[in-house]
T-cell receptor, first 114, second 112 residues
Framework: KAGVTQTPRYLIKTRGQQVTLSCSPI?????VSWYQQTPGQGLQFLFE???????NKGNFPGRFSGRQFSNSRSEMNVSTLELGDSALYLC?????????????FGPGTRLLVL | DQQVKQNSPSLSVQEGRISILNCDYT??????FLWYKKYPAEGPTFLIS?????DKNEDGRFTVFLNKSAKHLSLHIVPSQPGDSAVYFC???????????FGKGITLSVRP
C-alpha cells in the first residue's frame, strides 16, 4: 500500500511569509505526527494529531500550528517565517496515537526561508 | 535545554567491528527509550527500544543497554556493515502519552 505522502517536497519562501505543508497518512492510519529536522537541533517533535485532535505539542512558538481532517490528512502551518525555520519537516503516521515504534515517516518537505 | 544528548556527532568504524553509539539524558522521568535510523532523503525508521525496567534489549545485530543510575544508554551494532551507515537518533518518553524527545543524532560511517 502507498506510504506517507508529503507535499510539496521542496519549498522556498521569504521571511515574513507563511507556509502550509500537507501530509497524507497511510490508508487506515488515524494518527499523524510532525517533526522538524535541522543541523543544529537535530530532530524535534512538533505535534501529534489523532482523530482530528491535537494530543501533544512540542516546544515551538505559536507560529507553528497544525490540524487534522476527518480523513486523517494533516496540514502544518508556519506563519511569519523566520530564517531559522529552514528545515526538513517530516510527518509520520501510525494506526493509533502514541505508537512510536510503528510510525511510518514520509520523505519530508524541505523548506528554505530566504 | 537538551534533555537527550548525543554528544558525539559522528562515528567511523571498520566493517565487521563493533559500533557503539552513546546517548545521555537528564530527565529522570524518562521511562522508555527508542533508537531510530535515518538515511539521507528518507524518513527515520524505528530500530530498537528499551523500557526503563530493563537494562538490555537485543534484536539481531542490535543491542541497546540502559544504565539508569548513570542516565546513559548505548546502542551496539555487531558486526557493523556498510549498510548501517546512517544517522542514528536516540529518543525518550515520559510515559505512553507523552511526546518524543530526541537527541541531535550521530552520523555513523562504516568503512568497507
Amino acid at each position: 500500500k502507498a506510504g506517507v505522502t508529503q507535499t510539496p517536497r521542496y519549498l522556498i519562501k521569504t521571511r515574513g511569509q507563511q507556509v502550509t505543508l500537507s501530509c497524507s497518512p497511510i490508508s487506515g492510519h488515524r494518527s499523524v505526527s510532525w517533526y522538524q529536522q535541522t543541523p543544529g537541533q537535530g530532530l524535534q517533535f512538533l505535534f501529534e494529531y489523532f482523530s482530528e485532535t491535537q494530543r501533544n505539542k512540542g516546544n515551538f512558538p505559536g507560529r507553528f500550528s497544525g490540524r487534522q481532517f476527518s480523513n486523517s490528512r494533516s496540514e502544518m502551518n508556519v506563519s511569519t517565517l523566520e530564517l531559522g525555520d529552514s528545515a526538513l519537516y517530516l510527518c509520520a503516521s501510525s494506526l493509533s496515537a502514541g505508537e512510536w515504534e510503528t510510525q511510518y515517516f514520509g520523505p519530508g518537505t524541505r523548506l528554505l526561508v530566504l | 535545554d537538551q534533555q537527550v544528548k548525543q554528544n558525539s556527532p559522528s562515528l567511523s568504524v571498520q566493517e565487521g567491528r563493533i559500533s557503539i553509539l552513546n546517548c545521555d539524558y537528564t530527565n529522570s522521568m524518562f521511562d522508555y527509550f527508542l533508537w531510530y535510523k535515518k538515511y539521507p532523503a528518507e524518513g527515520p525508521t524505528f530500530l530498537i527500544s528499551i523500557s526503563s525496567i530493563k537494562d538490555k534489549n537485543e534484536d539481531g545485530r542490535f543491542t541497546v543497554f540502559l544504565n539508569k543510575s548513570a542516565k546513559h544508554l548505548s546502542l551496539h551494532i555487531v558486526p557493523s556493515q556498510p549498510g548501517d551507515s546512517a544517522v542514528y537518533f536516540c529518543a525518550a518518553l515520559t510515559g505512553a502519552n507523552s511526546k518524543l524527545t530526541f537527541g541531535k543524532g550521530i552520523t555513523l560511517s562504516v568503512r568497507p
